[in-house]
Structures are given as structure tokens and as C-alpha cells.
């Protein structure tokens, strides 16, 4: 059986960003990792996932979780370096 950090290491997103997409999806963590790879294979993908980090940020906000903004903040942060949004070309 696979560990979740067995998991984790197959994966090209770091914790943070499954927790992300689990948090988004109200998938359980492994699912969310799967999905991961699926959204890293195209720019839609990749634009999907940013939408969905900056979406928690956006919820947090709202409901007053200041210490979740800032760790989603980082995240996000970690998530533009790595996986930046494609570049629109005409």
C-alpha cells in the first residue's frame, strides 16, 4: 500500500498545492493528487489550478481565516514559480 508521501513524491505539485486542490474540490487528498497531474497536461490545466488556489484565498477571506490566506498565499506564491500561468500567444 501507498503511504501519502509515497504519493506525494510521484507528484510534480508540492503538498501545499494538493491540499489546495483537495480544499477546492472537497476531494480526499489522494484523488486530489491524481487529479493534479491531469491539470498539470495542458495550459487549461495549469490556468485551472491557479484559479482554484487564488478561489481559497478568496474564501478565506471572506470567512475571516487570516493564517489560511497567508499559508494559501504562500502556496500560491511556491505555485507561480513552479507552474507559472501560460502566456497567451495571438
Known sequence: MLSMQDV???????QGEIEAIAE???IPMTIAAEMSE?????????CRLHGMLIENMQHAIDCGQNEHVQALLQTYEHLQRT???PTVTA
Do not use: F, I, K
Open 8 to 14: 506525494l513524491d510521484y507528484c510534480d505539485l508540492d
Open 24 to 26: 477546492h474540490e472537497h
Open 38 to 46: 491531469a491539470l498539470l497536461c495542458t495550459p487549461e490545466g495549469v
Open 83 to 85: 507552474h507559472p500561468l
